[in-house]
């Protein structure tokens, strides 16, 4: 058995229910019979799991896959351990949803991983099923919403820019008008503006 992390180090009662749910449901049994298919080796792994290493198909693609309780890679779980330190624990996670599903995990699984595909372009950041095994811990990327409307805001930001750029203008062209008729204003008649010293009076006689 390679290194495992200490959280898969305690056998616990829920991991022998898992145990045995996996094998009533047959999840276990079809796991051992893909893994024989595929030519891989068996060994016993923490927690009631087995560990089938050397696994000879291309497909799934996934460095490491799991059926029931057992864990099937194409490599050998020293190198996928050293890859992925908590690769196991996440593997472990999916064994106990076989537990839940039974036969309805492989549907349920194929669905969730075709919403994730729809919404994320990714098989696993919007699946609820790897979300629940820990997408750091199998090595996969989370799910980044990228701003629906930046081509939007975008468009804003540039006329915001435009209007800016004009209101400049504008004042530029403003202050320039000013000082021209500054310059060319005629030099007035002080006579002309100033109001008459004494008011007109009316001196007719009625
Ligand atoms: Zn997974």
């Known amino acids: 058995m390679p290194a495992v992390e200490p959280q898969l180090l305690e056998t616990r009662k ?26 891989a080796k068996l060994s016993k792994g923490p927690q009631g799991l087995i560990l ?3 696994y000879k198909f291309s497909f799934p693609i996934a ?14 779980f020293t190198r996928f351990t050293a ?19 039974g036969p309805l995990f492989l549907p349920l699984y194929t669905l969730s991983m075709g919403i994730s595909w729809l919404w994320s372009r990714d098989r696993a950041a919007l699946n609820l099923f790897e979300m629940h ?41 403003s202050t320039l008008r000013t000082e021209v008729e500054t310059m ?13 010293s004494t008011p007109v009076t009316d001196h007719r006689c009625d």
Do not use: C, M
């Open 14 to 39: 829920i991991h022998y229910v898992r145990l045995v749910v996996n094998w009533i449901n047959l999840s276990t049994p079809f796991g051992l019979l893909i893994s024989v298919i595929g030519r």
């Open 83 to 101: 890859r992925l330190p908590q690769g196991l624990v996440h593997e472990a996670r999916h064994s106990t949803q076989w537990a839940f599903f």
């Open 184 to 196: 060319t204003q005629e030099p007035t008649n002080p006579e002309s503006t100033n109001p008459p």
């Open 52 to 54: 089938a290493d050397g």
């Open 63 to 76: 460095s490491a896959f799991t059926v029931g309780n057992v864990i099937i890679t194409a490599s050998n």
């Open 133 to 173: 095994a820990g997408l750091d811990d199998g090595g996969y990327k989370r799910f980044v919403r990228k701003p629906r409307n930046s081509k939007r805001a975008q468009e804003r930001a540039s006329l915001t820019d435009a209007t800016t750029q004009l209101a400049h203008s504008g004042q530029v062209a």
